[in-house]
């Protein structure tokens, strides 16, 4: 368990840092914003961390003491609250456009919706795996609502090679009927993503698979990541899956129920 913990920590740090390389003028900007979110991950696992961190800090002691201090100041709540914190209204509101209409993301369901979902995701997620059949049930029996998915590639490079797919499917795919059942196929498959199984699941729908190659390499790529973690670390989402709801950020794979209980609350508070 510890050995497989270490590993993904390594992956997560690796895997961000991979995510920008190509840009070396936004890199400091990019690789800051991926270090808030492995931060936050490692203080949102206290249970997760123990002789693991102790272990990898007297390895590497110039790090030690920025990220314990981040540990004690960012322990997150226990019970109820720990799934919806504080009102985030304004980080919301002040980043509305890039959240709810961006060119780089996804939209499902009625693009005119009374009320929009946001879910950041990772495909390699074993909670993002048990919550798609949640987001594939509001889907199908809620016309007034609008999804939208952001790429959170966060679990290593197989997430990272599996996200570059993705948007390379949406890129092909703008009416997003092939997306959703590359989406439903690639994380409704069992264990870690990667861009073998990704390249696997786009073939299945009839892609383009010379296109999708290039695409894969463009520039696309790097600005839908970028702005992806820059939004989850402006409204405090530190892992997968996270929800953004009318004024409240969900954490976790909280369940159908949940949901449709924050999607009742922000249609009631839109009509106030």
């Known amino acids: 368990m510890r050995r497989k913990f270490a590993n993904r920590l390594a992956a997560v ?10 840009h070396p003028a936004s890199a400091q900007d990019a690789n800051e914003e991926i270090g808030k979110i492995i931060k936050e991950y490692l203080a949102s696992h206290p249970d997760e961390i123990g002789e693991i961190a102790k272990s990898y800090f007297l390895k590497h002691p110039e790090a030690i003491a920025q990220v314990l201090a981040e540990i004690l100041k960012r322990r997150p709540p226990t019970g109820a609250a720990a799934n919806v914190l504080a009102d985030h209204g304004p980080a919301i509101a002040s980043n509305a456009a890039a959240l ?52 959170l590639p966060i679990l290593g490079p197989g997430s990272l090679d599996a996200a570059r797919v993705a948007v390379a499917v949406r890129m092909q795919d703008a009416g997003g009927e092939k997306y959703v059942a590359f989406h439903q196929a690639l994380l409704g498959s069992p264990g870690q993503a990667g861009k073998e199984k990704a ?39 530190t892992g997968t899956p996270g929800y953004v709801i009318g004024k409240q950020v969900v954490y976790g794979a909280v369940g159908i129920a949940e949901l449709k209980r924050q999607i009742t609350a922000a249609r009631s508070a839109a009509t106030r």
């Open 13 to 22: 740090i690796a895997g961000g840092l991979i995510m920008f390389a190509p």
């Open 199 to 237: 390249l696997a699941a786009a073939r299945d729908q009839g892609l383009d698979m010379a296109r999708l190659e290039q695409d894969m390499a463009s520039d696309e790529i790097v600005a839908t990541f970028k702005e992806d973690v820059q939004l989850a670390s402006a409204i405090g989402i």
């Open 100 to 151: 709810f209409s961006s060119p780089h993301q996804v939209t499902l369901g009625n693009p005119d919706g009374d009320v929009t979902l946001v879910e950041f995701f990772d495909y390699s997620c074993g909670f993002c795996k048990r919550a798609l059949p949640d987001l594939l049930t509001l889907l199908k029996d809620d016309p007034k609502l609008k999804v939208v998915l952001k790429e």
